[in-house]
C-alpha cells in the first residue's frame, strides 16, 4: 500500500508524537473550536493514545515529506469486522499548514489504507454541517452524503448535530476473513 504522495506521507501516531502533537494542537485551538476537542496537554495526549491499544481504533499523522511536519492526524475510529466491515474517519489539520491540500492528500491514503490493509467495505465521516472545510474534504475524496444524525457527539458543551458522509471500498474488493460467506 502506498504511504506516501509526492507531497505527504502517513505515519502511525505514537507517544514519541506528544509533544508536537500538543504544541500543534494548541496552535490550532481556533480553528478545531467548536468542531472538535484534541489533547492539548501531555497527560490528555497519553489518556487518548490508549484508545489505540486494542486495534479497534488506529492514528496516523500526515507529515509533509519535505520538512517532516506534522499537517494534522486522521484516525480510523471503531473497526467493526463480521457483516459490517466498517469504521468511523476522524480528522484534523494542524493550523500551520491548513488550507494547502495536505489533508485531502492524506485522508486519500488513509482511505487507501482501509480499504487494501485493513479490508474495510465502508468508512463514515460525521461532520457538523456548519463545518465548510471538512464537507469540502469528503465532497472532494467520493462520500456521499447520507443524513443528518441529531446531538450526535457532545462537543464544546452542547450535544452537536452531525451530517453523516460515508465512502465504500473500489471494487473489485477484497474482503477481510472475518466477513461471513454467507
Known sequence: MPTTTPR???HPLTHSDQDEFCTLVRASSTLHHPWMQLPATAAEFQDWMHRFDDGGNLGFLIRVRETGEAAGMVNINSVIRGRYQGASLG??????????????????????????????????????????????????LGFRFEGVSPAYLYIDGDWRDHERWAVNAPRPWTPDPSLPEV
Open 91 to 140: 480528522y484534523a489539520a494542524f493550523a500551520p499548514s491548513a488550507g494547502s491540500g495536505y489533508m485531502t492528500e492524506g485522508v486519500a491514503l488513509t482511505l487507501q489504507h482501509a480499504f487494501s490493509e485493513l479490508r474495510l467495505h465502508r468508512l463514515e465521516a460525521c461532520i457538523q454541517p456548519g463545518n465548510k472545510a471538512s464537507l469540502a474534504l469528503v465532497q472532494r
Open 8 to 10: 505527504v506521507a502517513l
